[in-house]
């Protein structure tokens, strides 16, 4: 059974004629630095009142990302019209995914369990964290977040109610999980003479 082509010719010929040490993960890597570095520089201080109106909306920008990316799935699936519902599905969400691109998967990851983190401090602003003072920044939970998605968190934080440990153990978990799943398509050293000569085969057996 014929399956779609979701290679890009153009993206091929593009990512043949880069420089040989500019890989799609240095590239990858370069764009997920900057949008940590930009949205670490957030410094908003907040309260009580504060968290607690972050964290919905947050929340609400999630859902409408989740509605969106459902949406995105189907419309893509419709076009698979020669597999069957489980292998179209699938396609759609590989195709989906490589669409919104790694960098910005990297930051909706990050950005999510911010707001899970900010979620948990509000009720309880004096017993979650320790290092936190009355009114922390946007930046203090994003840095958390980040550095527990590398398997590291921070000294200087410290989680200390059972819920946000018990969400820093899951953060911890699922971090792994998409870092080792993503691996090869997020560090991509080949060079791109390779890429370039994949591409030339690819266009060949048309």
Do not use: K
């Not at 570095?37 to 957030?42: A, E, P």
């Amino acid at each position: 059974m014929l399956r779609p082509r979701l290679s890009n010719p153009a993206l091929s010929a593009a990512a043949g004629n880069r420089p040989r040490w500019l890989t799609n993960g240095v590239v990858n890597l370069a764009v997920l630095c900057a949008l940590i570095v930009l949205v670490g520089m957030l410094s908003p201080r907040l309260g009580r009142t504060g968290a607690g109106i972050t964290f919905f909306v947050g929340l609400g920008v999630f859902a409408l990302a989740a509605s969106f990316f459902i949406g995105a799935t189907r419309r893509f699936a419709q076009r698979f019209t020669l597999l069957s519902d489980a292998q179209a599905a699938a396609d759609a969400v590989l195709v989906t995914l490589r669409w919104i691109g790694l960098p910005l998967l990297g930051l909706c990851f990050f950005l999510a369990w911010t707001f899970v983190y900010i979620g948990l401090w509000w009720p309880h602003s004096h017993s979650a964290f320790s290092g936190l003072g009355a009114a922390p920044r946007f930046a203090d939970f994003f840095y958390y977040a980040v550095s527990t998605a590398f398997i590291s968190p921070p000294g200087d934080i410290v989680a200390r109610s059972r819920g946000v440990r018990s969400a820093t153990m899951i953060e911890m978990l699922t971090g792994f999980g998409l870092l080792a799943t993503y691996l090869s398509s997020f560090v991509d050293w080949r060079p791109g003479s390779v890429r370039g000569e994949e591409a030339s085969a690819v266009e060949q057996e048309r």
